[in-house]
């Protein structure tokens, strides 16, 4: 299997696609204001006890106050409100962590009420973003990710990855980390770690101790609380950190900050796989180039097509995600229970894909074709746990009930990824009435004339439909090719998947959009 990621970089958004031997398995796409809050690490303060709930609110400046459960605390909670409150108490010098004293805490029993009062500082970290009308969830277990390592300030273990199976590298790695961590904190060896020398480990150890030390010196400068101390990296980034391995073949992004950025993190973790990282510089937009546009119209919806005319209804609520198969007009030789099992065995290979593209989380029902022997239940069972293995999100899939339904729960770490792929009409506005489309390669001479002879712009791009292009480009003395000797060799057409079917946009040699539509053309 090889894996590519693309990264799609635009003035308000940053798309990120990941493909599996070419077909898309995951897909995030943010607002380029928006930062990445899983991760985020703030100054809070306590804004109200919910001793019924044994848990608090806390203010970390979102919209709506952050969520923190008392068992959320963590085993090193006490001991980390007790050096907070030193750092705070003085502003000019840095108590020395490693001088921090260790106070005992039960995260497990006791209430809300005796660990936290209102008005409390604390520092705490997010792990859920905000979903619908809740707010972030938090964590007082305040830990740094790396590439081989997590530092867990105020812990006292280390741990090694159970997927590293030898008892002789497990015991090295232990051995190893206990001689270079620093004091007061704990250690998670991650499976990438195995194998890799004591200067790569001790190195990484090292940044992730001056992250910590960086977000005390901003903790104690904070004039009120809350306020940001550790901010997570790029999305981007934090992908590469989890995944990147060897099937990564190529990491293609279209924007030279982006790519400068990628580069060096790169370079830094896996300095040898540099090469793999691309600039684009073609033409067509990168999604196009590669494929994926067409993915993602046909990925999401309610509806979800897969092989041989089966299909998959996705429904969202605001308890849990419903999925039903269907075997659409599907025909083919076999007996009914045949049919059923293939069809299934589709769905659970589609529906992988689903979870990890959508970030479905929470709790997911389907209602598989209903089959009748024990071992095609089975074995629908087995494919299901075998796709699930390439997800990085925890999860958890039950046998198939006597009803035929089977149920999933999988982290909930964002808001589920929803991508309208139905279109509104670009010409009519929702009126229902459109100008003649035999007319639209006039309107579209008249905007080129508009721009050439009027505003004086000589060189831009039009984007249209790809049938559109196609009809623009047919024949030895095609319409573009009379456009481009009346007005000039400045003008580029190209096709976007994305638009519409009789859709346009302009873009200037500097990449802004150039506004060109006006309402009133079409009534």
Known sequence: MTSQLTVNVQPDSIQIAITEDQNLVEYQKDAQEVTFAVGNVY??????????????????????????????????????KKYVKQVRANRKKLAPFSKAQSVQFDEKQGNISTALEQGDEIIVQVTKEPISTKGPRLTGEISFAGRFLVLIPFGDKVSVSSKIKSSEERARLKQLIHSIKPKNCGVIVRTVAEGKRVAELDNELSILYQRWEDSLTRAQKVEKAPGLIYEETSRTIAILRDM?????????????????????????????????????????????????????????????SYKSGAYLIIEHTEALHVVDVNSGHRIKAGTQEENALEVNLGAADELARQLRLRDMGGIIVVDFIDMALAEDRQKLYERMCQNMERDRAKHNILPLSKFGLMQITRQRVRPVMDVPVDETCPTCFGKGTIRPS???TDQLENKISCLKNKMKISHFTLFVHPYVYAYLTQRFIS???????????????????????????FIDIKGNEIDMKEEHEIL
């Open 438 to 440: 035999i007319l639209f």
């Open 479 to 505: 319409i573009k090719l009379r456009w481009q000797f009346r007005y000039g060799f400045g003008i580029n057409l190209l096709p976007d998947q994305n638009l519409p079917f009789l859709s346009y946009r």
């Open 244 to 304: 990147l391995n060897s099937s990564y073949e190529s990491i293609w992004v279209d924007d030279e900050k982006t790519y400068q950025e990628i580069r060096d993190y790169v370079s830094l973790i896996d300095p040898e796989r540099t090469k793999i990282v691309k600039l684009y510089k073609g033409e067509l937009p990168i999604f196009d180039n590669f494929a994926i546009t067409k993915q993602i119209k046909s990925s999401f919806g309610r509806i979800v």
């Open 43 to 80: 100054l809070g303060r306590v804004k109200k006890l919910m001793p019924g709930l044994n848990a608090c609110f806390v203010d970390v400046g979102s919209e709506k106050e952050a969520f923190l459960h008392y068992q959320d605390l963590g085993p090193q909670f006490a001991s980390l």
